[in-house]
């Protein structure tokens, strides 16, 4: 059974929100071969895009909070996936890195993802996934970019899929009593 039996999508905007819903549901899950936690193989990706980074360094890259990035460590730390080192720059502070064996793992469960991925593309044309790819990567990097540009220090998926969607309303509200208002004042 889909998640969406008996609804379709209204607008073509709908559409991807609702492919990105399955598609990353699906890439999240645990995958055949997978050893660890699916929500774990964020962090071996962040630390083998990063190299070594403080705890709170990871969490921010992460978009999570230090607490669950510690759980994380931790549980990566006790299967030998990641180790912690000091800090250079600061004594007191460690540094948390990817072990020989943490890299294998991301390596193995990366190449599982993309051959989901290749086996979904099976039949596409090269210039379908060269056209495919530049616009995902072009989206991404549009949607990144809203995200990372924080008025508040929050990204908008922090304050909620309410809050975002006010937020997207007020503009067009303050214009509708704007509007309501000169119709006031013409009446008078």
Do not use: Y
Not at 20 to 43: C, E, M, N, V, Y
Not at 57 to 73: C, N, Q
Not at 115 to 126: K, P, V
Not at 150 to 156: E, F, T, V
């Amino acid at each position: 059974m889909h998640v969406n039996d008996g609804w379709m999508p209204q607008t073509p905007v709908e559409g991807v929100l609702h492919a990105f819903t399955r598609i990353g549901r699906r890439l999240k899950a645990k995958q055949p071969g997978d050893t660890i936690d699916p929500s774990a193989h964020l962090a071996l990706f962040v630390l083998r895009c990063n190299g070594a980074l403080r705890l709170s360094d990871l969490a921010g890259k992460m978009e999570i909070d230090a607490s669950t990035a510690s759980r994380h460590v931790r549980s990566l730390e006790q299967v030998g996936l990641v180790r912690r080192s000091a800090d250079p720059d600061d004594g007191r502070a460690f540094r948390v890195e990817l072990t020989e064996q943490g890299t294998q793992e991301w390596e193995a469960a990366s190449k599982r993802r993309m051959e989901l991925l290749s086996r979904a593309m099976d039949g596409w044309t090269d210039s379908d996934i060269e056209t495919f790819e530049k616009l995902m990567t072009r989206f991404a990097e549009g949607v990144t970019s809203l995200v990372d540009d924080r008025a508040d220090g929050r990204a908008w998926a922090d304050k909620g899929w309410a809050a975002a969607m006010a937020a997207q309303r007020k503009p067009a509200a303050a214009a509708a009593h704007l509007n309501s208002e000169e119709n006031v004042e013409n009446s008078q």
